[in-house]
């Protein structure tokens, strides 16, 4: 995903230094271009970085969608908050900006600034095909934290539903830059039997939502609670194992304290038929999880579990 580009100055040297003299200006010498090499602070950003784990407590990681009190273009109701999780993998763009591709599929572009990273322009637009809605995001900002490793990130967004444009705030978002340790901490955080907590619908923690199409065309929504144990076990080369309620085994790769599906598409054959999963992005702590999963069902029905919450038994 790294975007590199390189430049080559060539003839006419004679030429062009005889013309910087003869105005005045000198040309730059070995130390100058190092320096001007150098001034490009960007590099400091690129990589392969997880959202820490969500804390509904202190908000670290919890974006808010509502309906503001003076908009006409949403259903007013009760705020929703959805846990932050998943990878952004930032890489240098042409004309010294930054490039931000999310697992979900979306990619945004920064400028970079001298101690942050900026939407440039704002008002970027994805359709996210893991939700099945799009979303505008008009401001985000990325710093980092004195040891390099870790990075502060606010954003504000309109998320486009079909009830309506409703506002998105992150306020606290927060991030570990993937390193060399990262397996290890995955192989403490992952393995083990967990169970789904209670579904509350007015939240939508573990509420699966499933839409089927009927032969008359129109679409049905079902919403069901998402139940029963997972059980992770660790693999090799920075996979782990979950095996689910329905006798099914998915293989993730992990980093740190994030864990996606790998390969992006799986298949699994049960009593009933033949499930697909095609997202699953799951961030530990070694006591909770949070999760987001989406795939279609043996119905043919296309899920999606956008809160999900399990504990360690």
């Known amino acids: 995903m790294l975007i590199r580009r390189f430049t080559a100055l060539a ?21 100058q271009a190092q320096t001007q090499a150098q001034a490009w602070s960007g590099r400091e950003y690129l990589g392969t970085w997880n959202y820490d784990q969500p804390v509904r407590e202190s908000m670290r990681n919890i974006a808010v969608i509502s309906c503001p009190d003076t908009s006409t273009s949403c259903r007013p109701g009760p705020s929703i908050q959805v846990p932050q999780i998943g990878t952004i993998v930032f890489s240098k763009a042409a004309g010294g900006r ?16 001298p101690t942050s990273l900026e939407l440039d322009s704002p008002s970027q637009y994805c359709f996210n095909h893991v ?64 169970q789904y907590d209670a579904s509350d619908p007015r939240s939508r923690v573990n509420v699966l939502t499933t839409r089927y199409t009927d032969p008359d065309g129109q679409v049905r929504s079902v919403q069901t609670p998402q139940q029963g144990l997972v059980t992770f076990t660790s693999g090799r080369r920075s996979t ?18 994030t864990a996606e599906l790998d390969p992006a598409v799986q298949t699994c054959r049960t009593a009933r038929g033949t499930v697909q999963l095609t997202f699953w992005a799951i961030a530990s702590d070694g006591r909770r999880q949070a999760s987001v999963m989406a795939g279609a069902d043996e119905n043919g029905g296309d899920f999606l579990l956008s809160v999900g919450a399990l504990t360690k038994r």
């Open 131 to 194: 939700i099945g809605s799009a979303y505008t995001i008009t401001k985000w900002s990325v710093s980092l934290s004195g040891d390099r490793e870790r990075e502060r990130e606010s954003i504000v967004a309109v998320s486009h539903q079909p009830t309506g444009d409703y506002e998105f705030r992150l306020d606290q978002g927060s991030r570990t830059k993937v390193a060399g340790h990262a397996w290890a901490q995955a192989r403490k955080v992952f393995p083990g039997s967990w």
């Open 11 to 31: 003839p006419l040297m004679a030429l062009g230094l005889a013309t910087w003299t003869a105005i005045g200006v000198a040309a730059p010498g070995p130390a």
């Open 98 to 113: 930054i490039t931000g591709h999310t697992d979900q599929g979306c990619t945004w572009t920064f400028a970079v600034l």
């Open 240 to 257: 782990v194992t979950a095996r689910t309620a329905d006798g099914c085994d998915w293989t993730l790769t992990a980093r740190g304290n």
